[in-house]
């Protein structure tokens, strides 16, 4: 059974980087083939993907954000950590990781999710 | 990158009629396309992937077809718990792109 859940601070200041990090079960990032993916979602407004790490350490960004974004892979295999710098209250939004996803060619869609976790950006 | 636009923005029916919701994309590709459908306070939930097949456990009344630009995923009779919202993604390139979504509505 695979489940993934995300923590990290609900509330940052502007400017400040945001840490997420997505523990997951039922499979492994040592595996291969293997992959996770960060996306979010504003209050009310649609998904957007924001970045993908694979088992061989293969990192995909959304171009428009890749400035400010880091993902990295733990040596265990059960965690990803996503990095969003200089934040500001227009990345207020729900962040949620994805998992498990298969290949790198194209990026997959997406059966399991985390419950996600809100993080508001306010001073 | 890849543009997908979803249609009508708001659609609204009567519990057991007929739901088409449209996804157009920018580029032409076969049949990488996904629908998921969001309720309030949760996590989306895969409908259907690879166009049209539908995801396990998910309703016979759910199904999606299309090709090329054209995509759309049809509720053949709208159940209450229905009434929601649904996005589109593509997964044929990097990056992967949602539409904007489609809110059911009574």
């Known amino acids: 059974q695979v489940t993934l859940k995300e923590s990290g601070p609900t509330l940052v200041k502007p400017t400040q980087s945001l840490t997420l990090t997505c523990t997951f079960s039922?499979?492994?990032?040592?595996?291969?083939?293997?992959?996770v993916s960060w996306l979010r979602q504003p209050p009310g407004k649609a998904l957007e993907w924001l970045a993908f790490v694979s088992w061989n350490d293969d990192k995909r960004y959304s171009p428009s954000l890749s400035s400010r974004l880091r993902i990295t892979k733990d040596t265990s295999g059960n965690q990803v950590v996503l990095t969003l710098t200089d934040m500001d209250p227009g990345d207020t939004a729900t962040y949620f990781c994805?998992?498990?996803?298969?290949?790198?060619?194209?990026?997959?869609?997406?059966?399991?999710w985390g419950q996600g976790i809100l993080v508001t950006v306010s001073s | 990158e890849i543009v997908m636009t979803q249609s009508p923005a708001t659609l609204s029916l009567s519990p057991g009629e007929r739901a088409t919701l449209s996804c157009r994309s920018s580029e032409s590709f076969s049949h990488r396309v996904a629908w998921y459908q969001q309720k309030p306070g949760q996590a989306p939930r895969v409908l259907i992937y690879?166009?049209?097949a539908r995801a396990a456990g998910i309703p016979s009344r759910f199904s999606g077809s299309g090709s090329g630009t054209e995509f759309t995923l049809t509720i053949t009779s709208v159940q209450s718990e229905d009434f929601t919202i649904y996005y589109c993604q593509q997964y044929e390139n990097w990056p992967p792109s949602f539409g904007q979504g489609t809110k059911l509505e009574i």
């Open positions: 039922g499979f492994s990032l040592t595996t291969s083939g293997m992959g």
């Open positions: 690879d166009a049209s």
């Open positions: 994805v998992g498990p996803l298969f290949g790198i060619r194209r990026p997959g869609y997406y059966a399991h």
